[in-house]
């Protein structure tokens, strides 16, 4: 595996308590070994996964999911680990049903996945939330733009009304620019249940553009956060990429240290 730069500690993001990722969608006509490989010559050390996403050249038809098999759990965290990379948070799909939602939450608990990103049918929330408080494991919901139950935050926040604090948001700022939300003022909502960010930035054609050159308002989003005292992880989802695409991603994690 690659080896990861030495972490410096001197990161303004760190000092601030946040995690900048980059999200595993980001690769995702690639591998999940080769995605680690990815992130870390980005130097960066933290990556959110997804429970669809193909696992290794070497493993044809074997995806990074809970039907994974206990040798292959084993080698992604050590490839995971050799190259300095954490993976705190996955997306996984259809969390709906009890049984197949435990199988999920036993292999997050085994991958050492702290937090769950998802959109879940609004019916399975005390089921999840048990789950939740079992494992020790946080659920983020998701948002995508209209007409997704969830494009409105007060869905969401009506939702998280009465529930624990391992129940919170996955603000995906791309979606709410593409519903036509204000990012910074659509993120104020969220405070006090904010559990982490997909981080987009958006031309006016609806693609990715790297931080601060589209209308996603990232410097205020940015703000925002440091006005909520955020703790937590941030993840830097560049969708659409050029053929060389880690130099968008590596402009957009500038961005954030320089601002």
Request: charged letters at 25%.
């Amino acid at each position: 595996g690659v080896r990861a730069a030495a972490p410096e500690r001197s990161r303004p993001s760190e000092q601030l308590g946040w995690q900048l990722a980059c999200n595993a969608y980001s690769f995702n006509r690639l591998t999940l070994h080769e995605t680690i490989g990815r992130v870390a010559a980005l130097g960066l050390r933290y990556t959110v996964g997804f429970n669809w996403q193909r696992l290794g050249l070497e493993r044809p038809g074997i995806i990074f999911n809970e039907e994974m098999a206990a040798a292959d759990r084993r080698e992604t965290k050590k490839r995971l680990d050799d190259a300095g990379v954490k993976m705190p948070a996955c997306y996984c799909r259809t969390l709906a049903e009890a049984d197949a939602c435990r199988r999920v939450f036993d292999f997050c608990r085994d991958m050492e996945i702290e937090m769950i990103d998802g959109e879940p049918p609004f019916e399975a929330y005390d089921m999840l939330e048990r789950l939740c408080d079992e494992y020790r494991i946080n659920l983020a919901v998701h948002n995508h733009a209209k007409p997704s139950p969830y494009w409105q935050p007060e869905t969401l926040i009506k939702i998280f009304q009465g529930r624990g604090p391992r129940v919170g948001a996955c603000c995906d700022t791309g979606h709410w620019i593409r519903s036509g939300l204000p990012t910074a003022e659509t993120l104020a909502k969220f405070e006090g249940r904010l559990l982490t960010l997909d981080l987009k930035d958006l031309g006016e054609d609806g693609f990715c553009v790297p931080y601060g050159m589209g209308k996603g308002d990232i410097r205020g989003v940015l703000k925002e956060l440091h006005r909520q005292h955020f703790r937590g992880l941030i993840g830097i989802e560049y969708g659409q990429r050029s053929a060389n695409g880690e130099a968008e991603i590596t402009q957009c994690a500038a961005f954030v240290e320089q601002v």
